[in-house]
């Protein structure tokens, strides 16, 4: 029988995820990950709460598969966590899900399912996977266009992804939650929440607080002329694009354009400036394992809720892309991913390294070239 | 005949039910269901079965029958024990020093902590081997201020590591330092004659002896003072409240009467096929040591400790493939301590969080653990290499 460890959580997606491979007549196993809280939250933790622990134990136990919880604290901490407090040190809006997807669940989690003679590794995640016999694994959205998760997981490679399985991906999360109603799964009764997990419930802000206190120094707001309007509380309190809290009395509302961390200095400047038309990525996960050859025609989602944006992705020698947008695209946040899309299928994505500034405004003083650095 | 499907070398954690233990409770289930406190015939007939098993249980033990306390398990008697005995020793005396090895079960080293923490008690913990015994001239040096209580584990549930009981117990007793000890591991594998053992208090639980869970004693010694923890009704002569579990105390003693009974058997034919897991694991497995005594221990216990090996990921591994065993580190949450057992033993995390313990029983065959043997080194391989990742 082919064998396939399901990630539970305890939610209604993974619980059902693991029933649909049972009836499909896979030998299931459960594990679920335990990942780090700080000390004293752990109950918080949206990921891993103890609570929640119980449930996916208690769905293994009606669907009569063995369950195992393995303890990835000390990775996450070390790779996920890190990673969102070093984002943040650079003055990026880092996205965790996106580490914890490539590093955690879909490498610490993948090897230990492949160590019980797993043939494949399956997740509660909205996504849509297809296999052809010579062909390269593609990924693709999923059928329930507001439950899609393609994003997080254009972190895939084929080694991952030939191992992947993804039941919900034809399915609509209504559908998903009446298949757990006719099978009487027990299911978390708790909201869901965007939040990251080891947030545990608490504002991103007092958590930086705590790891990074040099981070929330003071520092000078500027306008794109370098002239000063006022001071802000620490970079890590703001993201771009953000109007409230500026603490600034202007005659036209002022938005958050760039921070500049080697100066400490954060960019504001009026909503028709906070388009970008371009962006540069780190470098790029090409989902068959090498880049186009030429230049293609995508659209481009540059955060988890963003809406697709028509642009043409130019892949770089050095690995990275280029991307110009059709029309300027607001909320472009360095530490983000920009995920390619074509009809549906995801191609690839890298961090977002840079934007470049609204081509039409180019009057800066503040730096030589038309990049606001980040980094 | 080894049974189809997985193979439990986990009888620590809890044995199955003897089904002649089974037979003894199951008139207490229905016709028989009286409360002892009742006046009327139901109540007569099941006190006088009550009595009868305290009766039986003190002769197993070579004690007095009103020196034996029901309880709900070994933890609820390692509680009334600690608790108990430290409270009225404070109280009749003035002592506050409380006195543990630092390889007790939680239902011991917890309970101390806490009369500490809370309670107005001191904590002193013992040294102890490389093997996690007792020295009694360790316990000797100790005894000024004089303690409330001692309490030293006798078959340790993690190590197997077994205690010189008696010598110790000649030293507190010249000093009448009140003895406890926790012999919940021990039941079907040492002799329990509190005379020999010299020992004040002792608990112990029926499901490590093949009797039901949720029942167990306590020995206490006629005159050692103990405070009821429990207060309600005056059962069990006012020291422990609450209606007699006449079920599972009757089947409780029926169990300890087969597991004293057979005792030599078990032990020379478990003992034989521990000393083999033991031996063969040692040179098939690189970096594995042995924890607790080689010799000094419970005859169905073998312990281990692999380096660099994550203890949860080799139980995955030894339950997939079919072996039901368990791990001093190991918890269901897959949230991994160091075993503070391991860690008394002088051991580094590095090696104290790969633990494996196998523990045999009386359905263990010897072709169960050849194919264990057979089983363990690759899996032991696959845990390191996960690790190493």
């Known amino acids: 029988m082919t064998k396939v460890v399901v990630a539970m959580s305890g939610g209604v997606d993974s619980s059902v995820a693991a029933a649909l491979l049972q009836r499909q007549g896979y030998e299931v196993i459960g594990m679920m990950l335990r990942l780090w809280s700080e000390p004293g939250r752990e109950a918080s933790n949206r990921c891993c709460a103890p609570a929640a622990m119980n449930i996916a134990r208690r769905v293994a136990g009606r669907l009569g598969i063995p369950f195992y919880a393995v303890n990835a604290q000390e990775s996450f901490r070390n790779i996920v966590v890190q990673n969102f407090l070093d984002g943040y040190a650079r003055g990026q809006t880092p996205n965790p899900c996106l580490a914890c997807n490539r590093q955690i669940r879909w490498e610490f989690l993948l090897a230990r399912a492949l160590a019980l003679g797993a043939d494949f590794m399956a997740t509660g995640h909205y996504v849509r996977i297809v296999r052809s016999p010579d062909g390269p694994v593609r990924l693709f959205e999923a059928v329930d266009t507001h439950k899609d998760q393609s994003y997080v997981l254009h972190v895939l ?172 695209a607001r909320d472009i946040t360095p530490g983000q991913a920009a995920v390619f899309y074509v009809d549906g299928e995801v191609l690839g994505g890298g961090l977002i390294a840079k934007m470049t500034k609204k081509l039409a405004r180019v009057e800066s003083e503040l730096s030589p070239s038309d990049v606001i650095p980040v980094a | 005949m080894p049974s189809p499907g997985p193979i439990y070398l986990d009888y620590a954690a809890t044995t199955p039910l003897d089904p002649r233990v089974r037979e003894a409770m199951l008139p207490y289930f229905s016709e028989e269901f009286g409360n002892p406190s009742s006046v009327h015939g139901y109540g007569r007939r099941a006190e006088a079965a009550l009595e009868d098993a305290r009766q039986r249980m003190a002769e197993l033990l070579n004690a007095q029958p009103e020196e034996i306390i029901f309880t709900s398990g070994g933890t609820e008697s390692d509680n009334l024990a600690l608790r108990g005995a430290a409270l009225a020793a404070r109280q009749q005396r003035g002592a506050i020093h409380l006195l543990i090895s630092p390889v007790e079960h939680d239902a011991v080293a917890k309970t101390a902590a806490q009369l500490a923490d809370h309670l107005g008690f001191t904590l002193e913990k013992l040294p102890v081997d490389e093997f996690g015994m007792v020295n009694p001239d360790e316990v000797a040096k100790r005894l000024d201020p004089e303690p409330a209580l001692l309490s030293v584990i006798l078959g340790n549930n993690e190590i197997g590591t077994v205690n010189p009981m008696s010598e110790i117990a000649a030293i507190c007793r010249e000093r009448g330092v009140p003895l406890h000890s926790d012999a919940v591991q021990s039941g079907a594998y040492l002799p329990l004659d509190v005379q020999k053992l010299g020992v004040d208090l002792l608990s112990i639980g029926a499901h490590k002896f093949y009797g039901p869970k949720g029942v167990g004693a306590l020995y206490v010694r006629a005159g050692t003072p103990l405070l009821p923890t429990q207060t309600g009704g005056g059962h069990e002569s006012g020291r422990r409240a609450g209606t007699p579990n006449v079920a599972y105390i009757l089947g409780m003693v029926k169990a300890f009467e087969l597991a004293q009974s057979e005792l030599d058997r078990r032990v020379s034919r478990l003992g034989e096929m521990r000393n083999k897991i033991m031996n063969r694991i040692l040179v098939d497995i690189p970096d594995s040591q042995l924890t607790g005594h080689p010799e000094i221990r419970l005859a169905n216990h073998a312990s281990f400790v692999f380096k660099g090996v994550d203890g949860n990921a080799l139980l995955m591994l030894l339950d997939d493939a079919g072996f039901a065993c368990s791990s001093g580190s190991a918890c269901k949450t897959g949230d991994p301590e160091p075993s503070q057992v391991l860690l008394a033993l002088g051991l580094s995390p590095e090696w104290a969080l790969g633990s494996l313990r196998v523990t045999l029983g009386v359905d263990t065959t010897g072709e169960q653990i050849n194919s264990f043997l057979a089983a363990l080194p690759a899996l032991v391989e696959k845990a390191r290499a996960l690790e190493a990742a």
Do not use: M
């Not at chain 1, 981070?215 to 802000?232: F, M, N, S, W, Y």
């Open chain 1, 157 to 328: 490679d084929q080694g991952k992804l030939q191992h992947a399985l993804f039941p919900l991906g034809n399915l609509t999360k209504s559908e998903v939650r009446q298949i757990a109603a006719d099978l009487k799964l027990p299911a978390a009764t708790s909201k869901e929440s965007q939040d990251l997990c080891f947030l545990a419930g608490q504002d991103y802000r007092d958590f930086l607080q705590r790891y990074q206190p040099h981070q929330a120094q003071p520092g000078p707001i500027v306008d794109r002329t370098g002239k000063q309007l006022g001071e802000h509380s620490g970079l890590v309190n703001y993201t771009i694009g953000q109007r409230k809290g500026l603490g600034i009395a202007a005659a036209e509302a002022l938005y958050v354009l760039g921070k500049d961390q080697a100066r400490n200095t954060l960019v504001v400047g009026f909503a028709d400036e906070l388009g970008s038309c371009e962006l540069l990525t780190e470098s790029v996960n090409w989902l068959v394992g090498f880049a186009p050859a030429e230049p293609l025609d995508a659209e481009v989602k540059i955060r988890y809720s963003a809406k697709k944006a028509a642009a043409r992705v130019t892949p770089l020698l050095d690995g990275s892309a280029h991307v110009q947008f059709k029309e300027p």
